[in-house]
C-alpha cells in the first residue's frame, strides 16, 4: 500500500466522523499518538508495539491531512521528490532540515 492509497483508505474508514471532530480535535489525536511513539522507543518497546504506534501517528497525520484537504502524496513528492529542499541534492550535502 502506497501513501496515497492509505490516506484513502482512511478517508473511507474514518472521514464520517472526522469531519465532525474538526482540525483542531484532530490534530489533538495526533500529538497523543506521537507521545505514545515517543513512550514507545523511550520505553525500548519491541517491535510489535513500535510498529503500532507508527502505523497510528501516521493513520492519524492522513486523518489531519484529510480534514484540512490536503493530498499527502503530492505533498510529499512536491516537497522532496526532486531531492533535499535545501541544497537539491538527492543524498543531502547541507545542514539544513526542513
Ligand atoms: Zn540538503
Given at each position: 500500500m502506497d501513501?496515497?492509497?492509505?490516506?484513502?483508505?482512511?478517508?473511507?474508514m474514518y472521514?464520517?466522523?472526522?469531519?465532525?471532530r474538526g482540525a483542531a480535535g484532530t490534530f489533538v489525536w495526533?500529538?497523543?499518538?506521537?507521545?505514545e511513539l515517543a513512550a514507545a522507543i523511550g520505553q525500548g518497546a519491541d517491535d510489535a508495539?513500535?510498529?503500532?504506534?507508527?502505523?497510528?501517528?501516521?493513520?492519524?497525520?492522513?486523518?489531519?491531512?484529510?480534514?484540512?484537504?490536503?493530498?499527502?502524496s503530492e505533498a510529499v513528492e512536491a516537497k522532496y521528490g526532486r531531492g533535499c529542499p535545501g541544497c537539491g541534492k538527492m543524498v543531502c550535502q547541507c545542514d539544513a532540515k526542513p
Open positions: 501513501l496515497g492509497e492509505f490516506q484513502q483508505l482512511i478517508e473511507k472521514s464520517h466522523k472526522d469531519r465532525q495526533l500529538v497523543e499518538e506521537v507521545g508495539r513500535k510498529r503500532e504506534e507508527f502505523a497510528d501517528v501516521l493513520a492519524w497525520l492522513a486523518t489531519l491531512a484529510n480534514v484540512e484537504g490536503v493530498d499527502l
